[in-house]
């Protein structure tokens, strides 16, 4: 699997913008760049995903380069509530084998927001 | 409101005995899969499921097993030949229509289980 490397941790204050970046320079052309968080004693939760072009849901923006090798997720206004490890994540659109849809998480970006 | 439920949210496990995790998803999801992290750790897949009545191991299933008799439940066993149980236990479902890497997967809250 294409590996990521993402900051160990960040800081950021509540309500100023926070870009969380993520380095994945042998990205394959299949690949979508999916994004998770992670809060303390709960499960993983779905931020949001892309492939080639920016994308904006409710939660947040991704903003993927041009060459596709590195990827910014955008909290747009940062509250406390969005304290939590962050998770980077590239996953095959035709994933099979033992790997057949699984995610592999690695150490991800732990943020931190201050009141 | 759609989404995936696991019981018990905490679970005691005396030696030499099996216990089954539940985990329940009205998400109309046909992939279920069973996630192990430990303190500090991501990550790791247990076993998975892509529709009813079949299932894979993923990459620790030793000491554990499972089963897909309901697309929308996925029981998890954790069994006394697996030594070192005290783990976090994660469930997830996706879609798996327009390609995996196209679908997000949804995780219930999770399951901790400890040793008497």
């Known amino acids: 699997d294409a590996k990521t490397t993402q900051p160990n941790s960040m800081e950021s204050n509540e309500e100023e913008p926070v870009h969380l970046p993520c380095n994945h320079s042998?990205?394959?052309?299949?690949?979508?760049i999916h994004w998770y968080r992670q809060l303390p004693s709960q499960g993983p939760e779905y931020v949001i995903h892309g492939l080639t072009s920016n994308v904006n849901n409710r939660m947040a923006s991704l903003a993927i380069a041009e060459d596709r090798k590195s990827s910014t997720l955008i909290l747009h206004r940062a509250t406390l509530r969005d304290a939590a490890v962050y998770y980077c994540?590239?996953?095959?659109?035709?994933?099979?084998?033992?790997?057949?849809?699984?995610?592999?998480f690695g150490q991800g970006t732990i943020l931190t927001v201050h009141p | 409101d759609g989404g995936i439920t696991q019981s018990p949210k905490y679970l005691f496990r005396k030696e030499g005995q099996n216990v089954t995790l539940s985990c329940e998803q009205n998400?109309?999801?046909?992939?279920m899969y069973w996630y192990r992290q430990d303190p500090g750790q991501g990550l790791r897949l247990i076993y998975y499921?892509?529709?009813?009545?079949?299932?894979q191991k993923g990459d620790i299933a030793e000491g554990y097993s499972v089963s897909r008799e309901k697309k929308e439940s996925f029981p998890l066993t954790v069994t006394s030949a697996q030594k070192n149980p005290t783990a976090f236990y994660l469930c997830a479902s996706s879609m798996d229509s327009g390609g995996w890497g196209n679908q997000p997967q949804h995780f219930g809250d999770g399951t901790r289980l400890s040793i008497l």
């Open positions: 042998t990205i394959s052309g299949t690949d979508y």
């Open positions: 499921s892509q529709i009813v009545n079949d299932f």
């Open positions: 998400l109309n999801h046909d992939a």
């Open positions: 994540i590239l996953r095959d659109l035709n994933a099979g084998g033992t790997s057949y849809g699984k995610l592999t």
